[in-house]
């Protein structure tokens, strides 16, 4: 082996820091990242929605190699305003509408900075006490079963339907892997597919059952009894749901039922939204993400599972250096046991320290904004007949398309558009929305997929439907 070699005049280490966690330098240098971040915020409407760099953009500005000594702060801010922020896309924008809410606030901000300063690594309890004790006490959800923070939904329905595959081969025999059949709509969310994929489940084995605008695209118990019945009729083993509450069909069958409410669970704080996980009591684990719609920073997924024993059998390890009193003990809680990571982060305490600082009445309220919002959106999308609803709003998600030809005789059922889809040409419609959806985009001025932000307000709202309707004009007059 060769042997390294310095360069006299680089090993001078007068200038390096000694003590990385200096209090007075940390104050200083602390305060000058709020301050960065309070006026990012102050001026957030100026900036484009949609970054509009070029893929590996940041390649010509920055060097190739870390650098050797030191940089100051103030370059490295000065870098960022120059460099970083031109390639963001600004999810905490009020005219960010695309994929789901990232509700970006004061108190999440300032809950997050509590768990990164303490910096804890909390893979059992012995590791930090409190971090766990925390997290053990129940803030979104009651009754028996067992809850805990996992990074996001993916993590979630990995370690769920890993715990499910145990327990049905336990069952069935192991040889019987390749007949385990998952359910889904057409309208899931491909993380169960990607989750069944790593657990090992044959791919032909994911059902994703059609929906219909007759059932507003929840997956109807007639539809999921029939493809289940032609399973077992083939010897294939059905054994896992991810579905809205489904749990009198899935009772039938031994199917375990995972409920994804990543993004409206949020919502079912509100007593007028309660209804909409009737059943629940039924399922074998429900999730939602508090930071989407409930005003905690990324990353932090509430799972709550009807059977912690069985998690914990299905994914748990007990090396030697985990091993304490309290643990031996039975009388406490290791999160490693219930995660794919060993360690655990301290996201109890940002999700906390939203709760405390908001309250129940707050959080209700900032909800139900965003709710009056989409629906005022909603509105307006109705009254102009060259567009049209898709599907039902039920919470802050407007679904709605532009037609190649206005709808006179557009017709609303159950809050939906109702004609003929077969005299649509619908590749057309299709190509037509998507130029509509990259023409609005690209102009920077919104960003559109579907959501509500958390500072976006009525005036973000109405400014988004004349940019819509602005690009259509255009559009259309080609089609």
Request: hydrophobic share 40%; net charge neutral; charged share 20%.
């Amino acid at each position: 082996m060769g042997s390294l070699t310095f360069d006299k005049d680089q090993e001078d280490n007068s200038h390096f820091v000694t003590n990385p966690l200096d209090p007075k330098e940390f104050r200083r240098q602390g305060q000058m990242i709020i301050d960065f971040i309070a006026d990012y915020y102050k001026n957030i409407e100026r900036y484009q929605v949609v970054s509009q760099v070029e893929p590996n953009f940041l390649r010509k500005f920055l060097p190739e190699s870390a650098p050797y000594s030191p940089e100051s702060i103030e370059t490295i801010l000065q870098d960022v305003q120059k460099y970083i922020i031109s390639g963001i896309t600004h999810w905490q924008s009020p005219n960010y509408f695309a994929y789901f809410p990232s509700s970006g606030n004061i108190a999440g901000f300032l809950g997050e900075m509590l768990s990164t300063g303490f910096n804890v690594v909390g893979f059992n309890w012995m590791s930090s006490p409190a971090a766990t004790e925390l997290e053990c006490i129940s803030f979104l959800f009651s009754g028996n079963g067992g809850s805990v923070l996992q990074g996001t939904t993916c993590e979630a329905i990995l370690c769920t339907l890993t715990a499910a595959t145990d327990q049905m081969l336990s069952q069935v025999g192991r040889e019987k892997m390749e007949k385990l059949v998952v359910y889904g709509s057409d309208q899931t969310h491909s993380a169960i597919q990607k989750a069944a994929k790593i657990v090992g489940i044959n791919p032909m084995n994911f059902r994703a059952v059609k929906t219909t605008n007759t059932t507003s695209f929840g997956l109807c118990p007639k539809s999921l009894r029939d493809v289940v019945q032609a399973d077992l009729q083939a010897g294939l083993v059905p054994f896992f749901l991810c579905a809205r509450p489904l749990c009198e069909v899935a009772k039938d069958y031994s199917i375990r039922v995972y409920v994804d409410a990543a993004y409206a669970g949020s919502a079912c704080i509100c007593p007028e939204f309660r209804h909409f996980i009737d059943g629940i009591e039924g399922a074998n684990s429900f999730t939602l993400n508090a930071h989407k719609w409930f005003f905690t920073t990324l990353d932090c997924c509430c799972l709550w599972v009807k059977d912690p024993s069985a998690l914990i059998k299905s994914i748990s390890t007990n090396p030697a250096y985990s091993r304490n009193k309290a643990a031996d003990s039975k009388q406490v809680v290791d999160y490693k046991d219930c995660q794919i990571t060993l360690s655990q982060r301290f996201r109890a305490m940002k999700l906390w320290v939203v709760l405390r600082s908001y309250g129940m009445a707050n959080l209700r309220c900032f909800l139900r904004s965003n709710v009056k919002m989409a629906k005022l959106f909603e509105e307006l999308v109705m009254l102009d007949n060259r567009f049209e609803v898709m599907a039902p709003r039920k919470f802050a998600l407007v679904c709605f398309r532009v037609l190649p030809k206005p709808n006179v005789k557009k017709l609303y059922e159950n809050g939906v558009a109702n004609h003929d889809e077969k005299a649509l040409d619908l590749e057309r419609v299709n190509e037509l929305n998507q130029k509509l959806s990259d023409s609005i985009n690209k102009s920077g001025h919104v960003y559109v997929s579907y959501c509500v932000a958390t500072q976006t307000e009525e005036r973000h709202v109405i400014m988004a439907w004349k940019v819509v309707q602005e690009h259509a004009d255009a559009l259309l007059s080609r089609y």
